[in-house]
């Protein structure tokens, strides 16, 4: 009822990479509730997320004034009091904030060389607040040292893609699904991390379409799908290279495919022949007979679809596991048609924007590499500066070893929360304490602003002005309903604040101006301009025309590298770094739930979803708690060779029984204690799934 609103406003949910569009309904200068609209990717329809976790915007944690680390606080590390995180910090005004800010970053760079600052940008970030944020570190400390959350998520599946297909981003929307007769979803659970977009997922197989669920755990997909395999955890490159075995063995291939739009098929041919699905039982679990089934039924379908998510890509052989992905699709002749593509689940509401805008440390906007001449000085030209770095910078981890190594001795931190999301995560909480300046640009204290030497007050995504890239390629606008609280700023206002205490020359008025400099150097924007989006709220990439509201199926025609042709790029079976033993004899595995998003840093601050899932918890299978003598709810202990933690346990049928599923949003049981850095080599993505993990009761 429009009684109960005074003012009403479109934007986009500011979770996942779904994007639903919102209406936000605002009363007294508050968001009362509020209701999906019409968007290209939701038509209508929100999750729990969407429609109850917005309040968090409104919480009386927030940070409404800039803040200095006070004179007399104890040594850095994680000792904020609950009740009163900002107890170790005094107000400043924005000017000495600043000031304070760009003076102890510009003294690190002059007196050590730019290379000894870094910055973490966000998925969470505008694709405007994104790209000024690369800018500022590029041109104002002349290195590449910037990254983002991207490299935790799915920066090994755009490492294959980038590789083997030209391009990082989806090559059909997931509503393409409406056009396909066959679907996988690997390594996803979508029903809890992209809900609206497992609605669709649903209603095809509600349709009749065959769908293909692969995971280790029985994710809630499974009630919809013809073939479930719960495969073996780390076993990915032996069961996709099974399922393609069986399509050359039996000829169900695509030559006519391959010989017009691929390489390298030969190669892969050959490497395959040592997978026979008989072979690799042992390995998967999966009986040859299944694996024969799905094999046959993904290659004879008329249109097929490919959907991943992080259990492909946070293993360090997620970019293997990706090649894989790519290759079981090319073979079949299922890219560039309708109902057809390959498509990267993407998790935070703007990660495909932000590496889009350049917020990595081997690309500038648009996937150009910063090692080219060319574009450098193409960037250089745009921002009327001289040239910088041509070495690609450090990823987020390596950051982290960076500090530990005193190569790097300063950060500027936007809205990332390392202090809960770096894999064994107290080996970056003591770089964080060691850094010899850290500026935080957050909504609230985080555990990682817990380190700071500067808070600087940001907004919310109702609070702001800017665009958005969701999963599909939608370029869309968030517009905000309220203004920020006290003296918190939209946070592009902030970063050209402080460029300008750091000598930059920037001169930006509105969010419109940054996007418009934007298009200079990102053909991927073209056609799309601020007053189409203010109008039409979201454009696809690429627009062929100003008309065109974007393509939502790209490579119908051949693939952006050489003669068009993407590669087939065989992958041999890695183990997981560790594997369980005597001592850690169990398999953990993290990931997210439903209710809570990320860090929880939002979410647990959120009535209604806190409200729903309180404690940190992990999942295990009923017959694996009655052997450790644990009822459900009871308490366990999980250690590995980084840490331990004490939490809740829930019975769970969906995870296998020698395995421990465990939610990373809970800082008082933070996952990340237990988590192994090794890393992907290609990706740089930690191996998030697959550590070894001794369960106890306590
Ligand atoms: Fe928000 Fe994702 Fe839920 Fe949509 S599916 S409402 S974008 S959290």
Not at 626 to 634: A, D
Request: net charge negative; charged share 20%; proline share 6%.
């Amino acid at each position: 009822d429009s009684a109960d609103y005074d003012s009403e406003v479109d934007s986009v949910c500011p979770f996942c990479g779904v994007g639903c569009q919102v209406s936000l309904k605002v009363k007294d200068g508050r968001i009362k509730y509020v209701d999906g609209i019409d968007g290209p990717a939701n038509e209508g329809r929100l999750c729990v997320k969407g429609r109850f976790g917005f309040d968090y915007i409104h919480h009386p944690h927030r940070v409404t004034k800039p803040m200095i680390r006070r004179d007399d606080a104890p040594a850095k590390g994680l000792n904020v009091d609950p009740a009163n995180p900002w107890t170790h910090f005094r107000e400043a005004t924005w000017d000495e904030a600043l000031d304070a800010a760009a003076s102890g970053l510009g003294r690190l760079r002059d007196q050590h060389g730019g290379k000894a600052v870094a910055g973490f940008g966000s998925a969470k970030c505008t694709n405007e607040e994104a790209y000024l944020f690369q800018k500022l570190i590029r041109q104002g400390f002349g290195h590449n040292n910037v990254d983002h959350c991207t490299r935790l998520c799915h920066a090994s599946s755009v490492a294959a893609l980038m590789e083997n297909v030209g391009s990082g981003a989806v090559t059909a929307t997931f509503n393409q699904i409406e056009n396909a007769d066959v679907a996988i979803v690997i390594g996803a659970n979508p029903v809890e991390n992209h809900p609206v977009a497992a609605t669709y997922f649903k209603q095809f197989a509600k349709r009749g379409g065959k769908l293909i669920v692969m995971d280790p755990r029985g994710v809630g997909l499974r009630r919809f799908a013809t073939h479930m395999l719960q495969f073996r955890p780390g076993a990915d490159v032996a069961l996709l290279n099974s399922i393609m075995h069986v399509i050359v063995e039996e000829g169900l291939y695509d030559q006519q495919y391959i010989d017009a739009y691929t390489e390298n098929w030969e190669a892969e041919k050959a490497h395959l022949s040592g997978f026979a699905p008989e072979e690799m039982e042992a390995l998967t679990g999966i009986p040859a007979t299944t694996v024969r089934e799905v094999a046959r039924a993904f290659a004879t379908a008329k249109a097929g679809m490919i959907f991943w998510g992080m259990g492909i890509s946070q293993h360090i052989h997620g970019t293997d596991n990706s090649r894989c992905l790519i290759s079981l699709a090319l073979m079949c002749g299922h890219v560039g048609r309708p109902g057809t593509g390959l498509h990267p689940l993407r998790g935070q509401n703007n990660v495909q924007g932000a590496s889009d805008a350049g917020l990595i440390p081997m690309f500038l906007p648009d996937y150009q590499p910063v090692t080219d001449d060319g574009v450098r000085s193409a960037f250089s030209e745009i921002w009327n500066s001289g040239d910088f770095s041509s070495q690609k910078g450090l990823t987020v981890t390596e950051i982290m070893d960076a500090v530990h190594d005193g190569q790097i001795r300063g950060m500027y931190i936007l809205g990332e929360n390392p202090a809960m999301s770096d894999p064994d995560v107290d080996h970056a909480r003591d770089a964080l304490a060691k850094l010899e300046h850290l500026v935080v640009q957050d909504i609230f204290v985080t555990e990682t602003a817990n380190y700071a030497d500067v808070i600087l007050p940001a907004s919310a995504f109702a609070e702001k002005t800017g665009t958005v890239t969701n999963t599909n390629r939608q370029v869309q606008m968030g517009r905000p309903a309220v203004s920020p609280p006290g003296e918190a700023r939209e946070d592009w206002w902030i970063t050209v604040e402080l460029a300008k205490r750091l000598g930059l020359p920037w001169d930006y008025k509105h969010p419109s101006e940054v996007f418009a400099e934007m298009k200079r150097g990102m053909h991927s924007f073209d056609n799309i301009t601020w007053e189409r989006l203010e109008t039409q709220n979201a454009v696809t990439y690429p627009s062929l025309s100003p008309e065109d509201p974007g393509q939502a199926i790209v490579f119908g025609d051949g693939f952006p590298r050489a003669e068009g042709r993407a590669r087939f790029a065989p992958a041999s079976v890695i183990p997981p770094d560790e594997t369980p033993d005597p001592d850690y004899p169990m398999i953990l595995t993290t990931g997210r739930q439903l209710e809570h998003w990320h860090t929880g840093s939002m979410t647990r601050r959120s009535r209604v979803l806190d409200a729903v899932e309180p404690e940190a918890n992990c999942s295990l299978h009923p017959r694996t708690l009655r052997r450790l003598g644990v009822t459900p709810g009871g308490m366990v202990r999980l250690s590995t060779r980084r840490g331990s933690i004490r939490l809740m346990a829930r019975a769970d049928r969906a995870v296998a029984e020698d395995m421990v599923f465990l939610p990373f949003a809970y800082v008082e049981a933070a996952a990340n204690i237990l988590t192994n850095p090794a890393l992907d080599p290609y990706g740089k993505i930690p191996e998030f799934k697959f550590s070894a993990v001794r369960v106890e009761a306590v």
